[in-house]
């Protein structure tokens, strides 16, 4: 059944005629608007993360302009609110220890404004999940507008993938191969248009996500940002969303157990980013679906990776993933393992909105015949190093480390780690674990893309690009490597990393999923006793707020107090 006008949220604010009213509608007319261009409208919140200092986003002070032209068509009324813009490129320590500050942003601001549905527009790594949980909880109609994808790197007649090239040409230029004039040409080439990055790194991974999740526009998320179509696409969203209100379509109707289940098996078969369990997991505790570490592993035993994008795949980025047919070429290969009944803002099923679509190049896309990897992007590890959990992406490391024992080499900071690695005196070997801590949620402070250690220039010398590295930390989803990252409890709030030492030996075993440091239970016994307890990292501000109610990596490093099932949502706001 359709909404009526004087059923919309908006009519709140707007219709009674009284003097709250009378003020509402004055200070509209002081703005320029008359009564025709809002009244008995859908009033549509445009959230715009758009900011000079996020080259993510650099389009969306035009595209933001495409979608009000869309909000009218579709005969509703635009209003654009300046949203928190969290990039990876410039925000310090981490963009991630701001995430949970936009969702609250965006929870607030769709709560206390005269909306009656939102576009969201993000797309650099931690926006997405942000503005997804925050419109969830907030409960309001609303579609998700992917930034899209820069255009693909090229320098010297080779094709390069923003992150994934910029480690491995750095440990080049840390060897002595690559000299200043190419430097600067690799700079200059890497990054060549406003968008995310290209590869299958965080941002391209949570597009994906939202995608597959029903909450863009069907295959949105694989349009690059430079392309004439993502303009065509930002008007549709805005088309969309007016019948969204009327149809009284709110996300809660979208976000379930099986579209949540899609998106993760999604997500195993693009090489998605370690990141993706993290978000995933605050996401679905947002919407009250049940979903843990062991729920993503399992899915990552099952789901082979099609997709041959950088940097899992070999060959190939995002642009080549769109003329490939897209996300939803993709989620056609993966339809039988798909429900296709879950809702989406189109107000169709998943299944009727890949009517039609097809693979273009079945290398960029594989059939499941011809995986790039057996198994999914993803595993979760478990052991007396992490009890509650760690997570390592298989497919992008060498197997030879998928069953690796050696020596711990610890560093209690980044600093100390850094200082470290370029001293062509230190003592190890290609079997020691680099061991990084302090460096969780708590410990970071914010959980910082630390995880990717650099390998010691001792070992770059000798011509050696990997080896196993553990830490409490995340890492880039365009990174790659033998990289183990989110242990969880962290070595901050006393987890076993806190008790590891230098020399003590550390085996991984990967198909057992196993993380394990072979030291006897007392002597961490007694290393326990002996722990100091660390100094808080913030006396005041949000970083204070963040480092008391922030949770552990394996529920999602949401707030406490955020989680659908800590209490009631405050409801609509009073207006007198």
């Known amino acids: 059944m359709r909404r009526t006008a004087d059923q919309l949220r908006s009519a709140r604010w707007f219709g009674p005629d009284d003097l709250r009213s009378f003020g509402h509608r004055s200070r509209m007319m002081q703005m320029g608007y008359a009564a025709e261009d809002y009244l008995g409208k859908p009033i549509i919140g445009i959230l715009n993360t758009w900011s000079d200092l996020n080259p993510c986003h650099a389009h969306f002070r035009d595209r933001v302009q495409d979608v009000k032209r869309g909000i009218a068509q579709g005969g509703g009324f635009a209003v654009e609110l300046p949203a928190l813009s969290v990039d990876e490129t410039f925000t310090k320590p981490t963009s991630m220890l701001y995430r949970n500050m936009l969702a609250m942003e965006t929870e607030e601001q769709i709560r206390c404004h005269p909306l009656d549905g939102v576009v969201l527009m993000g797309g650099c790594d931690k926006s997405t999940p942000a503005l997804i949980m925050g419109a969830l909880s907030a409960g309001l109609p609303m579609i998700y507008l992917p930034a899209g994808p820069m255009l693909r790197g090229h320098y010297a007649g080779k094709i390069l993938g923003s992150g994934s090239d910029a480690w491995k040409y750095w440990d080049e230029r840390r060897a002595g191969n690559i000299s200043d004039r190419e430097w600067l040409g690799i700079e200059g080439g890497i990054a060549r248009s406003y968008g995310t990055c290209m590869t299958m790194g965080t941002a391209s991974t949570m597009t994906a996500i939202a995608d597959a999740m029903g909450l863009t526009l069907p295959g949105a998320s694989s349009i690059p940002a430079a392309d004439s179509g993502h303009i065509r696409m930002s008007s549709e969203c805005g088309r969309r969303i007016v019948e969204m209100v009327w149809e009284d379509l709110g996300p809660g109707r979208i976000v379930t157990d099986a579209s949540i289940r899609n998106a993760a098996i999604v997500a195993m078969a693009t090489g998605c980013s370690t990141n993706a369990v993290i978000h995933l997991l605050a996401i679905a505790r947002r919407a009250g679906v049940s979903l843990t570490l062991d729920d993503l592993d ?252 922030v949770m552990q990596a394996d529920k999602g490093c949401d707030f406490d107090y955020l989680e659908a099932g800590f209490g009631p949502t405050a409801g609509e706001p009073d207006i007198f």
């Open 298 to 549: 399992a899915l990552g035993r099952t789901t082979p990776l099609i997709a041959n994008i950088r940097p899992s795949g070999k060959d190939y980025l995002m642009e080549d993933f769109f003329y490939a047919g897209g996300l939803r070429a993709l989620m056609v290969q993966l339809a039988d393992r798909l429900d296709l009944s879950a809702l989406t803002v189109t107000g169709r099923p998943l299944g009727e909105t890949l009517e039609g679509a097809a693979v273009y190049n079945d290398d960029v896309i594989r059939p499941l015949s011809n995986p790039v990897y057996p198994e999914g992007s993803l595993a979760v590890l478990r052991g007396n190093l992490c009890p509650d959990g760690a997570v390592i992406k298989p497919a992008a490391c060498d197997p030879k480390f998928w069953r690796h024992q050696g020596p711990a080499l610890v560093f209690d900071s980044y600093p100390e780690m850094k200082a470290a690695i370029d001293d062509e005196t230190l003592d190890v070997t290609p079997d020691t674990v680099l061991v990084l801590r302090n460096a969780g949620p708590r410990g970071g402070p914010g959980m910082p893309e630390w995880g990717m250690l650099p390998i010691p220039k001792v070992l770059i010398n000798q011509g050696h690009r990997d080896m196993l590295r553990i830490s409490d930390a995340r890492m880039s989803g365009t990174s790659y490597g033998a990289c183990v990252l989110h242990v969880a409890p962290e070595s901050h709030v006393g987890g076993p990393l806190a008790l590891l030492r230098s020399g003590d030996i550390v085996r991984m075993d990967l198909p057992n999923r196993r993380l394990d440091m072979l030291v006897p239970d007392e002597e961490l016994q007694a290393r326990r006793a002996s722990l100091p307890s660390p100094a808080p990292k913030f006396g005041r501000g949000y970083g204070w707020m963040f480092s008391r109610h």
